[in-house]
């Protein structure tokens, strides 16, 4: 029952067993005999070969095991194994050779798994030496020195059995001065995977091919009509250029029969790269970008490759379930994030790439899943959990893999991926040596799982979200080899996910005390998700003022959706920077609508406007605000007849708008008033703008006394006129009388002129017209300002110099 245990299904059939048994009692009965016969004391010679405590030991010669071809032979062929050999010790190798081992069959999956993690050389389980021509030989392995070596046998010449899977190993055999007689001094295991015949029940195999990346785009946009996206980096052009790891995820998917599963944020990110594009920069400005022609390359060779393929669409930006199940569901509005980014991951498939996509499939990363993992899945319409067997794990007691459909309740299904078979990729494939031996383990699990039993299963494998390039390179080299295979078909997902289950499969669900520790450390904890919704209430805020709110919406709403990705594991400060920056980005353009600032505001009189300035510096409109200005001291003053007035406001893209409130003053004094944009609904709007308003009433007394001082001025004014009148007067009579004074004086000194009767002068009144004239052009120029002058429209004005507050409109 050992073997039972193994969740994966790892024993064979019982009839199967009984015959390898029986086989390997025949032949082993020589082998025993001859054991029979060996002396009860080992020689020295043959102790030192097989003691762990030697000096050189079976790991003193690394092997490199590079090339396996082909990698599941059948009859008739010839198998060609090459790589490298290194001497790691101190001192020489003599006498060396590389040669071939073949093991016995392995019969359970388990066996695999332990002969892959053996590494010192046993001599019972690592099988003879194949020997004779087929082996290279080493005169001398210098220490450090690496070799090469190349070695092809005809598959006959391996002695193998029925079909199944072997070990096959390549040791490297000699001796040092230390230890003088041949033994293992190295030695690399692979699987040989031996199925030449068709066989009569061939596993059907759904393999996952992930195009997924990391976050690129920001909330931020231009400002045209394009609106001009703004990326994180230019990272995303590197994985899309020749080489790159979305490069070749999708140069080698194309000749695969895989099942495309894609986060719809790449295609938008990519797409958005094939237009006008910005790049942040260190010091916070972008630049343009310049990488057009290679995402349109990308995408064009994508658009082709999916045509009539089995395409799944997770949602938009690939959403961290486990997260959201353990810290987000506590949050207002966190699953309503995961129904937007669904709701929107078929339409943005079908817009990119002309297919349409099933959106019926959740993934939680590592396809771990507990109660809650799978509530908070299938809350958003999906009712397929792409699950793991090593989270779903057997416990019926199975001797083989069940298929991988089975119903958990409620009508959602499990596809429960192989673990052995989704993980197979995930070490260090730079290294050939490491490539070739997860291909050789992979196809031998698979063989080895199709013969476990007669009955015919659908086994689905997904692996690891972004394989590096490397390891895509691994896992098609695989495929290729699994798909042209005599013991696996294709199938898509979908059909996987409908085939009939098995009845004696578990569908017991885990715990949430049993989500792995190792993944519960890197999810996106509690506080994310209160950003997260701190940011939507802002958009809800200020998206209802707006003329177009799509362009801040959308942007938005898919910032949000990449707030919640599954790439942010293990980035806790690079997801907490980004939240930030989305958030800020909001601030800034929602402050873009705001009040202008206003001074210390007077005045004069009973009733006056207070105007108010709405600025915004958007593109577009804003609409549906209300100002609305309050009195703190309405005793003092009146907004519109009462404590406070609202007014509608709208105001057009990039201008201004002067809202002008009627205000009503009781009394003297400065009054504080507070002006404060609100939404219809009556949330507040912005920041509020607080100002004094200086109150300098004037009273009917002050009227008195003011009208009083300018009907002294007249009449002071009158009073000089007369007086200066009356001397004028007095002076031109008595010029008349010097003059005839003069003359008289003149006649009785000398000859007396004609005098009138009456001895009156001659013309008088013409010297007095002449000054009188004189002095009423004088007195019309200098003349105060007569009563019957009519009076100004205004009052005068103060000539005092003008406050620092602002005048206020009458």
Do not use: C
Request: zero cysteines.
């Amino acid at each position: 029952m050992a073997e039972a245990a193994d969740f994966q299904g790892t024993s064979p059939s019982p009839a199967r067993r009984r015959l390898r048994r029986a086989g390997a009692l025949l032949a082993g009965a020589p082998l025993l005999a001859a054991l029979l016969q060996l002396p009860a004391t080992p020689s020295a010679h043959a102790a030192g070969q097989q003691s762990p405590q030697t000096a050189s030991g079976s790991r003193t010669v690394a092997v490199s095991l590079d090339s396996f071809s082909p990698s599941a032979p059948s009859e008739g062929d010839t198998l060609t194994v090459s790589g490298t050999v290194t001497n790691k010790g101190k001192q020489a190798v003599t006498d060396a050779h590389v040669g071939l081992r073949v093991g016995p069959e392995l019969d359970t999956r388990s066996a695999i798994d332990t002969v892959a993690q053996r590494t010192k050389f046993d001599p019972g389980a690592d099988g003879p030496e194949v020997g004779g021509k087929y082996v290279q030989k080493f005169p001398q392995l210098a220490p450090g020195v690496a070799e090469h070596f190349s070695i092809s046998v005809p598959v006959d010449k391996l002695n193998l059995g029925t079909n199944g899977v072997y070990e096959l190993s390549v040791s490297l055999s000699g001796q040092t001065s230390v230890q003088p007689w041949e033994q293992v001094l190295g030695i690399q295991r692979t699987f040989l995977p031996w199925q030449p015949d068709e066989a009569g029940t061939k596993t059907k195999t759904t393999y996952l091919w992930p195009l997924v990346s990391s976050v690129h785009m920001t909330a931020e946009t231009g400002p045209g009509a394009q609106q001009t996206p703004v990326f994180l980096d230019d990272d995303l052009a590197k994985d899309l250029a020749p080489g790159g790891r979305l490069e070749q995820m999708l140069s080698l998917g194309k000749d695969l029969d895989v099942t495309w599963v894609i986060d719809p944020d790449l295609l938008a990110s990519v797409d958005a790269m094939t237009r006008n594009y910005r790049v942040q920069t260190d010091d916070g400005t972008p630049v343009p970008g310049t990488h057009q022609d290679v995402a349109k390359k990308w995408l064009a060779e994508l658009q082709q490759a999916v045509a009539g393929k089995d395409v799944v669409a997770l949602p938009f930006a690939d959403p961290d379930l486990a997260s959201l199940a353990h810290h987000g569901t506590s949050v207002t509005g966190s699953l309503s994030q995961l129904k937007d980014a669904t709701d929107v991951a078929a339409s943005t498939v079908e817009t990119v790439l002309h297919v349409k996509p099933s959106t019926d499939f959740a993934w939680p990363v590592d396809g771990a899943i507990d109660r809650s993992i799978v509530k908070v899945a299938t809350s958003a319409g999906a009712d397929k959990v792409i699950t793991r067997s090593d989270s779903l794990q057997e416990t019926s007691g199975l001797t083989y893999t069940p298929s991988a459909a089975r119903p958990i309740g409620s009508g959602t299904t499990a596809v429960v991926a192989d673990a052995r078979l989704s993980t197979a990729f995930e070490g260090d494939m730079t290294q050939a040596d490491a490539t070739t031996l997860a291909v050789q383990e992979f196809l031998a699990q698979s063989l080895e799982l199709d013969n476990q039993t007669n009955r015919q299963r659908s086994i689905v494998v997904a692996p690891q979200r972004m394989p590096t390039a490397h390891q895509a390179q691994a896992m098609a080299q695989a495929l290729t080899a699994l798909q042209q295979s005599t013991w696996s078909q294709s199938q898509d997902l979908t059909a996987a996910a409908m085939a009939k289950p098995d009845p004696d499969a578990t569908t017991k669900i885990p715990s949430t005390a049993d989500y792995p520790s190792s993944l519960r450390k890197k999810e996106i904890g509690r506080a994310a998700f209160w950003a997260i919704a701190r940011t939507q209430d802002k958009v809800d805020n200020f998206q209802v003022v707006l003329t177009d709110p799509s362009r801040v919406v959308t942007p938005f709403g898919r910032a949000m959706n990449r707030e919640m990705a599954t790439s942010w594991r293990g980035r806790s400060g690079e997801a907490s920077s980004f939240r930030d920056g989305v958030e800020a980005y909001l601030d800034d353009l929602s402050e873009q609508v705001k009040l202008i600032d206003k001074s210390e505001t007077k005045l004069s009189g009973r009733s006056a406007t207070i105007p108010v300035t709405v600025q915004n510096n958007l593109v577009q409109g804003v609409d549906h605000l209300m100002l609305r200005l309050t009195s703190t001291n309405p005793t003092r003053l009146k907004i519109g007849g009462k404590a406070y007035a609202e007014q509608p406001v709208a105001v057009s893209g990039g201008h201004s708008q002067s809202v002008k409130f009627p205000t009503s003053a009781n009394a003297n004094g400065p009054v504080t008033v507070v002006a404060q944009l609100y939404t219809q609904d009556g949330r507040e709007y912005g920041a509020p703008v607080t100002f004094d308003v200086k109150v300098t009433e004037i009273t009917a007394t002050v009227m008195l006394v003011i009208g009083g001082g300018v009907l002294l001025l007249v009449l002071a004014g009158f009073r000089m006129y007369t007086q200066r009148k009356r001397a004028a007067a007095k002076e031109a009579a008595q010029d008349p009388q010097d003059a005839g004074s003069s003359e008289d004086g003149a006649g009785e000194a000398g000859d007396s002129a004609d005098e009138p009767e009456g001895g009156e002068p001659e013309n008088p009144a013409g010297s007095a017209g002449r000054l009188t004239e004189e002095s009423g052009t004088r007195s019309r120029a200098d003349d105060p300002e007569q009563p019957s002058d009519p009076t100004p429209d205004t009052a005068a004005e103060s000539t005092d110099p003008s406050g620092t507050g602002e005048k206020v409109d009458r």
